[in-house]
Nanobody
């Protein structure tokens, strides 16, 4: 059984930093991708970033480029999202999702809003940035 779990959310002042972690267990393939998404109150879910477990390729939404960094520790099946220079508009529930073996070009484009459905989702972690 695949389980995806986020951790590391919290409250931070504008300009501050937080690191989220996503741990995926039960994956049956070493070829997978992890994506971070977020949903603010009253808004649709949007892509944030994603990473490929194989070659480590990454992609970012324009709104977080230069501020967020995604990284992976394959030995721990954990992906991290380092968030710097946080803004109040970054406030949202952040979700981690895993997908197995899909085409990377399509997976990456989901960060910019392309239609691609990840296979497994976590419960989400709240990130609140105060002004």
């Amino acid at each position: 059984q695949v389980r995806v779990m986020e951790s590391g959310g919290g409250l931070v002042h504008s300009g501050g930093s937080l690191t989220l972690a996503c741990t995926a267990s039960g994956l049956t393939s070493e070829d997978y991708a992890i994506g971070w998404f977020r949903q603010a109150p009253g808004k649709e879910r949007e892509g944030v970033s994603c990473i490929n477990s194989g070659d480590g390729a990454t992609n970012y939404a324009d709104s977080v480029k230069g501020r967020f960094t995604i990284s992976r520790d394959n030995a721990k099946n954990t992906v991290y999202l380092q968030m710097n220079s946080l803004k109040p508009e970054d406030t949202a529930v952040y979700y981690c999702a895993a997908t197995l073996g899909g085409p990377w070009s399509l997976i990456a484009s989901a960060v910019q809003g392309a239609l691609y459905e990840y296979d497994y989702w976590g419960q989400g972690t709240q990130v609140t940035v105060s002004s």
